[in-house]
C-alpha cells in the first residue's frame, strides 16, 4: 500500500493551501495520520497529526495556521494550510501509523513566495 499525497504548490504569503493524503488501499488497524515537511537544507520535521478519536496536535510554528483532519472511511488525511507564510516552503509528507508499523507518503513541494 502507498501513500499518495496531492495538493502542494505555488502560493504567494498570506495564502492558503490544502493537502490531501490517500492510501492506494486498505490500511488496517491506523492509529495516527500525521503531517511532516523537510525544507532545503533542514532536517524532517513533525507538522501536525490526529489520533483515532480525532484528537489533533500541532507544532508551535503552525499552530492556529493549520488545520488537519481525517476521514476515516477512506483513511486519508488532509492539512488546511492558512496565513502561508515563506518559512514554510517545504517538501509535505503523510505518515500513517498503524499496528504494523508506519507508512510514509512521496511528499508534495509547497512553495511560499512572492
Known amino acids: 500500500v502507498q501513500l499518495q499525497a496531492s495538493g502542494g504548490g505555488l502560493v504567494q504569503p498570506g495564502g492558503s493551501l490544502r493537502l490531501s493524503c490517500s492510501p492506494s488501499g486498505d490500511i488496517r488497524g491506523i492509529k495516527a495520520w500525521g503531517w511532516y515537511r523537510q525544507a532545503p537544507g533542514k532536517q524532517r520535521e513533525w507538522v501536525a497529526s490526529i489520533i483515532r478519536n480525532g484528537s489533533t496536535d500541532y507544532a508551535d510554528s503552525v499552530k492556529g495556521r493549520f488545520t488537519i483532519s481525517r476521514d476515516s472511511t477512506k483513511n486519508a488525511v488532509y492539512l488546511q494550510m492558512n496565513s502561508l507564510k515563506p518559512e514554510d516552503t517545504a517538501v509535505y509528507y503523510c505518515?500513517?501509523?498503524?499496528?504494523?508499523?508506519?507508512?510514509w507518503g512521496q511528499g508534495t513541494l509547497v512553495t511560499v513566495s512572492s
Open positions: 505518515r500513517i501509523n498503524n499496528v504494523y508499523g508506519e507508512i
